[in-house]
């Protein structure tokens, strides 16, 4: 019998990797929400404009009495043409849902703090599986932003749910939804019928309309030689937010809809229509709000839109060391008036100022409570710090050397080395010996960090490519 080869990841990741590939695969070819897209850019007008063609064949066939014969062929690819662009909006719709059902499972818990936990885990996950500005760092980061952002959508409508105002007419019905943490189950099931996956599919979708060939025609050229991720002339942006907006729009209208209702009983069939409609209905108003910003609603995706793209930034300057500056974009365009202050501020109480995922470096205590003169290396795990600068953490090594049974500690300011104050207190060792920490964890610094002697901040990415290190969030041994 041969040994059983074991996966290189938890299963766990696992899970999140194929949510990701769901959603938007590094190769095409296998379905996903991004090809269903394409796809209805592509395909879907060819075969509306064939079913328009064999409609105006049909009303000549009919004014003809000895063409019966022809009508009865023409009904009839007329009918299996409608049913096929059906079976194809039900299948974009059944993807989403099995994507949105999977996240949920994913993300949330049966009480607040395990919703919080799990949120936490998926997010810092998918941190952990980038590795900074190495490789095609453009592309992986492409594909994991609209998860990151989905799950942040969601942890902030809770927040925003929980004030007492919510204008909102379509919101205001769910200020109970967060009886679904309390083990309600019928708060559960309506919350991810009428509110989850709306939610996600707005934050997935939101900018779905640049996988239409007009928009890939700008980002890629005409013969896909053009680098996407280029810096784009000022003409060229103007027509891709037209364009972005244009087919988004498009797509989140005409390519979705409503699903099919299963079942005989009118009031039964009534009641689901009207259900979906009012969520497809306010999935339109959430994704076409963040556009032009007309009532506030879209700013539920369009904050998280804004910080996920920092985290995972496209552009050629992405650096580590910026990632916790996202906050700080957020907190800035509330200060002019560009995003609701108080939205913002929920936001920033849910991330802090570091991200999950992070790789802090800090200084450790001694029994008594004082500094030691090194430091240790620790990774972001939780959500909702009491302090934003002070992020909840896991402890990832121990005298230099990397363990998977470390403690959970909020690292405050004052020993947290991104801190230039931090790394002040100790300027006074001796740099052979920072030379002999940064050597025993030479792997996970940059080269700058190394130059520095005192780095303000690691690479956890190798650490988290052990599958004995992708228990993070497990309560410590």
């Known amino acids: 019998m041969s040994a059983q080869i074991q996966s290189p990841d938890s299963i766990y990741t696992q899970h999140v990797k194929q949510l990701i590939d769901m959603v938007y695969p ?70 989403i849902d099995e994507v949105s059902v999977k996240l949920i499972k994913l993300c949330e818990g049966d009480s607040w703090q395990e919703t919080q936990k799990l949120s936490a885990k998926f997010l810092g996950t998918l941190m952990l599986l980038t590795q900074g500005p190495e490789g095609k760092f453009a592309r992986i980061h492409q594909r994991f932003k ?38 309600n189950r019928y708060w559960k099931e309506k ?28 980002l890629r050229g005409e013969n896909n030689k053009l680098d996407e991720f280029r810096l784009l002339e000022e003409t060229q942006r103007k027509d891709l937010l037209k364009l972005n907006y244009h087919f988004t729009m498009k797509y989140v209208t005409e390519g979705l809809g409503i699903p099919a209702y299963v079942g005989n009983v009118k009031e039964e069939r009534d009641r689901f229509i009207q259900t979906h409609n009012d969520a497809q209905d306010f999935v339109t108003q959430l ?23 920092v985290i995972f930034s ?20 509330s200060k002019k008036g560009a995003l609701n202050n108080k939205l913002a501020e929920d936001f920033i109480s849910i991330v802090g100022y570091f991200p999950q995922g992070f790789g802090v ?7 008594n409570g004082q500094a030691k003169d090194k430091y ?34 909020v690292i405050e300011k004052g020993r ?62």
């Open 416 to 477: 947290n080395l991104y801190f230039p104050a931090s790394r002040k207190k100790l300027m006074n060792v001796d740099p052979a010996r920072l030379r002999e920490i940064m050597s025993q964890l030479s792997n996970n610094f940059t080269p700058d960090a190394i130059d520095e002697l005192i780095p303000s901040f690691w690479e956890p990415h190798d650490y988290f490519g052990f599958k004995k290190h992708q228990s993070l969030w497990s309560k410590s041994n």
């Open 146 to 183: 609209p998860l990151y952002k989905a799950v942040l959508v969601l942890r902030l409508t809770d927040k925003l749910l929980d004030h007492d105002t919510i204008s909102h007419k379509y919101l205001s019905k769910y200020r109970d939804a967060i009886s679904r943490m309390r083990g």
């Open 287 to 309: 994704v076409k709000d963040a556009f032009v910003s007309k009532t506030g609603l879209g700013e539920l995706i369009k904050i998280p839109q804004i910080y996920a793209s």
């Open 26 to 95: 590094h190769e095409a070819g296998y379905g996903s929400i991004y090809e269903d897209a394409k796809n209805f850019y592509t395909f879907t007008p060819e075969l509306e404009a064939h079913l328009v063609e064999l409609k105006t064949q049909l009303k000549k066939a009919e004014a003809s009495s000895k063409r019966e014969v022809l009508v009865e062929q023409l009904k009839k690819q007329i009918k299996n043409s409608t049913q096929k662009l059906e079976d194809e909006r039900y299948a974009r719709l059944a993807r």
């Open 191 to 218: 919350w991810r019928i009428e509110l989850g996956r709306p939610l996600i599919t707005a934050a997935l979708l939101q900018d779905i309309g640049l996988q239409s060939p007009a928009a890939l025609t700008i």
């Open 376 to 409: 240790e290396c620790a990774v972001v795990i939780g959500l909702n710090p009491a302090k934003p600068a002070e992020p909840i953490c896991k402890i990832t090594t121990r005298n230099q050397k990397h363990i998977s049974s470390g403690q959970i500690e």
């Open 361 to 367: 470096t800090f200084i450790p205590l001694n029994e």
């Open 314 to 333: 496209t552009k050629s300057d992405y650096s580590r060391k910026n990632l916790p500056k996202g906050f700080l974009l957020i907190e800035q365009l």
